[in-house]
């Protein structure tokens, strides 16, 4: 190796020099423990005007259990039951937005794949008002989205 003619390694063991230049490597490389978080895919999974939630509020929905609580809590389904889903390598949050002083608040999915902001799961939503004239009626529109992956981990809407 080049580096160890004439110069400052020269009084110092070759072994010692490349144990210490292979720790430096391994410490450069290796110091982000953190693994990298791939984008999780999301889709809408059902959307009402009239959920019966008056505060803004994310729920994880973990398995059937809390799929029927949370449709028997609210209005959320409320004359269109369907069937529980099946939670197989899937995550679904209900998303609620609060009471809003007018019909026509609407979720809009802004991407396909929601991104990891260190590790909270940023919902790629948007709270779209409504256009021009609307009924003036108490609103508490929701959407509950659906995640690829169980047990994806926090998330919130930006």
């Known amino acids: 190796m080049d580096i160890f003619k004439k110069s400052i390694f020269n009084h110092i063991p070759k072994p010692l020099v490349l144990g210490v230049l292979c720790t430096l490597n391994l410490l450069l490389s290796g ?10 895919p999301i889709s809408i999974d059902y959307q009402h005007q009239q959920c019966g939630v008056a505060k803004p509020m994310i729920t994880q929905v973990k398995n059937a259990e809390d799929w029927s609580l949370l449709t028997q809590s609210s209005n959320i389904l409320g004359s269109q039951p369907r069937p529980i889903p099946e939670f197989d390598n899937v995550t679904y949050y209900h998303v609620a937005a609060g009471t809003k002083p ?16 260190e590790d909270t799961l940023i919902l790629p939503l948007d709270l779209k008002e409504p256009d021009g004239m609307s009924a003036s009626v108490l609103t508490s529109p ?4 659906q995640l690829a992956g169980e047990n994806v981990g926090p998330v919130r809407v930006d």
Do not use: H, M, N, R
């Open 102 to 117: 007018s019909a026509g608040f609407t979720y809009l999915l802004t991407e396909e794949l929601a991104e990891w902001d």
């Open 31 to 40: 110091c982000d423990s953190s693994e990298t978080k791939l984008p999780v």
């Open 142 to 145: 929701c959407v509950i989205v």
